[in-house]
């Protein structure tokens, strides 16, 4: 290939992205080359951008979430995708080390097991926020609570058939209100929380209940009030801050569970490590890597992605993408867009940087 790849690459540790030039990568025999439209920008980019996490060496090209063109295909992804498809995927580069399988550049390799075709009425920037955070809500509910995936052979635990509450504290997150989303695909009553700006949306995409966080104890009273006789079991923490919502979510489940009778363990997701806190008895806590989609959970991938089914909510609309913000100046405009993440100005969207 002919065509020069930009990459912004994090020269050491804790630095500012740099522009620079790298080779075309090339794709395996299960991957696809993409030509980079978009990408966006994910909480977990500043991470092992200022602390190094999942960097065995720099300098180091980082990034997940891209959207674009397939310009290249692998022997065993040709029965699936060929030059010129439109794709959505999650790049593997954050599990394998490999900078080019990274999305912060003009070309990037993914695997086919997190890829999916872009539905033909969705422009690049409409899909370019979906692919990690569908990746996520996949890993909370098959991982985190073990619920079996639909149509798989062996049902430990079969996704209920009464329309249980699944709470998700802090839904208007790109996170939060895509797991609102698969929740209520997959049988769900979904209770959520956000800040009152939000509640419209979050009830379109199909949340029952909307309570505004910012009195988290009148929160949990007003959760448990819409709940009445039924027990709220399962909770997600899509925040998960150990002083002002983790706290909240324990007590949640476990009033509930005690003015219901309930004789079912509450479970609660969370999706950040947080080693140092002491968890309340009486309930389960699981934490969540998503990176275990390309390991010993292929089958989430396989469901989400390879099956067509991710394609298949956005074309019906069955999944809204969170919105997208463009930060301007393409890669360059990386830099910027990770800034506002560490500041903590983000909310209810994603920041994306056009490339193409």
Known sequence: ????????????????????????????????????????VNPIDHVRQMFGFQVPAVPKVIGSDTTGTVVGVGA?????????????????????????????????????????????????????????????????????????????????????????????WGGAGSVGSVTIQLARILGFTVFTTASPRHNERLQKLGAEVVVDYSDADAAVEKLLAAAGDRPIVYAVDAINDAKNTIPFVESILLKSAAATASS???????????????????????????????????????YIFRSGNLTSWLAEGKIVPPPARVVPGGLGGLQSALNQIKGGGVSGEKLVVEVA
């Not at 790298?22 to 993409?34: F, Q, Y």
């Open 1 to 40: 290939m002919s065509e020069t790849n930009t990459a912004a690459i994090l020269p050491a540790v804790g630095k500012d992205l740099e522009l620079t030039t790298l080779p075309v990568p090339t794709p395996g025999p299960n991957d696809v080359l993409i030509r980079t439209a978009v990408t966006a």
């Open 76 to 168: 065993e992804a040709a029965s699936t995708y060929k030059v010129g498809d439109r794709v959505v995927a999650v790049t593997d580069g954050f599990a394998t080390g490999d900078n080019g399988h990274e999305s912060y550049q003009t070309f990037a390799v993914a695997p086919t097991l997190t890829t999916a075709k872009l539905p033909d009425n969705f422009t690049f920037l409409e899909g370019s926020t979906v692919s990690v955070v569908a990746m996520t809500a996949g890993i909370i509910i098959f991982e985190g609570f073990k619920f079996s995936i639909p149509g798989a052979q062996e049902q430990s635990k079969p996704l209920p058939s009464n329309k249980p509450i699944l709470l998700v």
């Open 264 to 302: 079912t363990t509450p479970e609660l997701v969370h999706v950040k490590m947080l080693s140092e806190y002491k968890w309340k008895d009486g309930l389960t806590h699981t934490f969540i890597n998503s990176t275990s989609i390309w390991t010993e959970r292929r089958d989430v991938g396989e």
